[in-house]
């Protein structure tokens, strides 16, 4: 694919299509925030809970396209996201965030799910990125020294999954029904790395300087299977493992967050050792993770595959991350896996007639029935950040 053409399309998918669906559809007029859950129909689901998720990436996601595209429009969703974060989600007893709050924006799961907490971290620092709010880059902070203070496990290192409303242990770890209740898991911890590397952009701590460099060590250490270069997914608080799925998107988001995250801590030798394994985890989706038609499969165990669907945010992940292997190597067949993700997001997954994307297709191409066009996990991040990633890197193609 041609630069130009692609640069074309990734803009008109992200301002044509993804964020007028967010500002038209999705915000609570009489609420306040945002709707909790539209269905595929584009049904509204008023009284529906409101996640911590939800929120936090649609303030990254609005906060991240107007630093890029200066629209006043842009920054108003920002805001409004800022606000309601702030005012319903904050816990003012204990510090953090609830992970769920009702329509009147009460909390209804109070627990400290360290993934939550990391969204916002991540989502705060865009927003001070695109703002210059040092209120925005305080409250950024403070999260990330209750998470040190909480989470982190200075035997083992890393973090734990989760903690009650008063940063206790608890027996709730999971981070939904399809994750096992363990006490650490490679989702959060790759975006804890996410969260930690945009706030060591703004803030050069060298409290944050330690954090991100002793994650990035711990994520090849015990995270990265290094006969397989697939991300193990669950383990136990000593990082015994905990299951065998392989997940491709997040093995291939996870190969170019990896890179990211070296290089704006910028220690060189730890940058090389990140480069070689993150090229490692994308050759091993390329090889194994990808269909004839160009998109990847959601998950596989060591017998095969065990869904073959293909969920929204994969594709995107997998443009990018199959990009950044292109980048780091020059080899051609990386560049052509990545238009091939943006051929297959173009062909089966933006929905023509509600707009956004649809959550995923079976392996026949067809959208899979009954899922949401919001929810608590339906969010506009991925698919935005995907195409301001892709625009701001082929910018830099010759």
């Not at 995270?223 to 392989?246: M, S, Y």
């Not at 649809?358 to 195409?387: I, M, Q, T």
């Amino acid at each position: 694919m041609e630069t130009h053409d692609w640069k074309v399309q990734l803009q008109q998918e992200l301002q044509g299509n993804i964020l007028p669906f967010w500002i038209e559809h999705t915000i609570d007029w009489q609420h306040g925030g945002f709707v909790g859950y539209i269905d595929e129909q584009l049904n509204k689901h008023p009284e529906a809970d409101k996640g911590l998720v939800l929120h936090a990436r649609i303030l990254w996601t609005f906060a991240s396209a107007y630093r890029r595209f200066p629209d006043p429009k842009y920054l108003e969703i920002a805001e409004r996201a800022y606000d309601y974060l702030k005012t319903h989600f904050v816990d003012p007893q204990y510090g953090g965030f609830y992970w769920m709050v009702d329509v009147q924006g009460r909390p209804v799961q109070d627990k400290k799910q360290v993934y939550g907490q990391a969204f916002v971290i991540y989502a705060l620092t865009e927003y001070y990125r695109a703002t210059s709010s040092e209120e925005a880059l305080e409250q950024a902070v403070n999260l990330y020294r209750l998470l040190e203070q909480h989470s982190y496990d200075p035997v083992h290192k890393g973090y734990v999954e989760a903690q009650s409303r008063d940063w206790k242990p608890t027996g709730d770890l999971s981070l939904s029904n399809k994750d096992l209740n363990e006490k650490k898991s490679m989702n959060t911890h790759l975006h804890v790395l996410e969260a930690y590397t945009n706030l060591y952009r703004v803030w050069k701590s060298s409290e944050l300087r330690g954090s991100l460099s002793e994650l990035i060590e711990v994520t090849l250490e015990q995270i990265i299977d290094p006969k397989t270069a697939h991300f193990l997914l669950f383990f136990d608080d000593g990082w015994q493992v905990r299951g065998h799925h392989v997940s491709y998107g997040h093995d291939i988001e996870g190969s170019w967050l990896l890179v990211e995250a070296a290089e704006v801590l910028g220690e060189p030798a730890l940058l090389q050792r990140v480069k070689e394994t993150a090229l490692k985890m994308a050759e091993a989706v390329y090889a194994e993770g990808v269909d004839r038609d160009g998109g990847i499969w959601n998950e596989a165990d060591p017998n095969g595959l065990t869904d073959n669907n293909k969920d929204w945010w994969p594709q995107a992940e997998a443009m990018v991350g199959f990009y950044n292997a292109y980048q780091l190597t020059g080899d051609p067949k990386y560049r052509a896996a990545a238009a091939n993700s943006w051929s297959f997001i173009q062909t089966y997954l933006v929905d023509r007639k509600h707009g956004e994307w649809f959550w995923g297709v079976d392996r026949g191409g067809a959208p899979l029935p009954g899922e949401p066009k919001v929810s608590p996990w339906k969010c506009p991040y991925h698919n935005s950040r995907a195409c301001l990633e892709m625009l701001e890197r082929l910018e830099r193609e010759k």
